[in-house]
């Protein structure tokens, strides 16, 4: 497959632009990805494809938030007890509306409905997507990145089309992935057993571009991200294992750096660039986590694991094997660079019960 570039030629001079006339457009790289398949209907692209329009209906409004007054609160809570914002809730119909019409999806969940969304009219469908439409909302009025985190299961052929259908590991998603919302919308997808490919969205021709194909964590860096405001409430590992970061024991050895920005997508966007490791671990104020098992961990876990990381659970479980209790079940996470994340499980082995 071709990739975006300059095809190996010198760098124009400051000023002027190669032009690139054999662009990958995320349309032309799902079709591309279709044809490998002999036994692909075409119906998970054009499932993508409903993906790729919400994403872009996101992106827009978000752009224009502060302009078309669509900051600030709008006045209710979403099911897992979190303020909701009006792009809440205007993502939240963006997403339903486009799986709903794509005619590919029976069941939906999203973060901000208490119940799974089963779609009728879909009676043929063989999918079901899970989805934080925008993660981070809390940080929208200050201009932080925000993101929507997403993941696509196959249903089985006897499944009836309900949130039990959905009560599954991540090894059995199909596809997951994330668009952050910065500077530019950046769209980072994969899929079962594939490798990690990102898109940045061109404005002005209205199409992801694929900019970051084939996308590999370091094995290994010396970056760490978690909100430190929660410590007095850590386990005695997950205090020993911060502590061996920023006052490492051995000779000559120097502290980790710390980046935190407070919004899942972004941090672990950085996180997948750069290497590192990020974490957000269940503590003695929540228990069992924060970070939502379907459409949050699972998804993550995926992307990180086809770009050679790690992610685990609070009790050192590979993330992608977690069964979730209900739609809505919590979980701690560690997720990053494959050594790093080890780390974390090396030291929780010398405690009772890891």
Excluded at 226 to 247: I, Q, R
């Amino acid at each position: 497959m071709a990739t975006n570039g300059t095809n190996g030629e010198a760098a124009p001079p400051v000023g002027q632009e190669n032009i690139n006339t054999d662009i990958i457009t995320l349309t032309r790289f799902l079709n591309e990805e279709q044809v490998k398949h002999k036994e692909a209907t075409g119906d998970f692209t054009l499932l993508c494809h409903a993906l790729q329009f919400a994403f872009k209906s996101i992106s827009y409004y978000i752009r224009r938030a502060s302009l078309i007054n669509l900051s600030g609160l709008a006045g209710s809570s979403n099911t897992t007890g979190d303020d909701q914002k009006k792009l809440d809730v205007i993502g939240n119909d963006i997403f339903i509306a486009a799986m709903r019409s794509s005619r590919r999806v029976k069941v939906l969940v999203s973060e901000e409905e208490e119940d799974a969304i089963i779609f009728p009219e879909n009676p043929n469908a063989r999918y079901a997507v899970v989805c934080d439409p925008i993660d981070g909302s809390s940080n929208l009025d200050a201009g932080v990145s925000v993101g929507t985190i997403f993941g696509i299961y196959k249903l089985s052929d006897d499944a009836v089309g309900s949130k039990e259908d959905l009560l599954r590991p991540g090894t059995d998603l199909v596809a997951a992935g994330f668009t952050m919302y910065g500077a530019s919308a950046q769209l980072v997808i994969t899929m079962r057993g594939g490798s990690v490919n990102g898109f940045t969205m061109d404005n002005a021709l209205g199409e992801f571009i694929l900019t970051h194909p084939d996308m590999k964590m370091p094995r290994k860096r010396a970056i760490y991200s978690v909100n430190e405001g929660n410590s007095m409430y850590w386990e005695d590992p997950v205090k020993e294992y911060v502590e061996s970061l920023k006052y490492p024991k051995e000779e000559g050895g120097k502290p980790y750096s710390g980046r935190y920005i407070g919004s899942m997508v972004a941090d672990a966007y950085r996180t997948l660039l750069y290497g590192g490791i990020f974490a957000y671990p269940a503590d003695k104020k929540s228990t069992k986590g924060k970070l939502r098992i379907l459409y949050e961990c699972a998804p993550m876990a995926l992307v990180f694991e086809n770009a050679g990381g790690q992610a685990v659970n609070s009790k050192m479980q590979r993330m992608l094997e977690v069964m979730p209790e209900h739609i809505h079940d919590r979980s701690g996470i560690f997720l990053g660079s494959h050594d790093e994340v080890q780390k974390v499980i090396d030291i929780h082995k010398k405690y009772p019960g890891y």
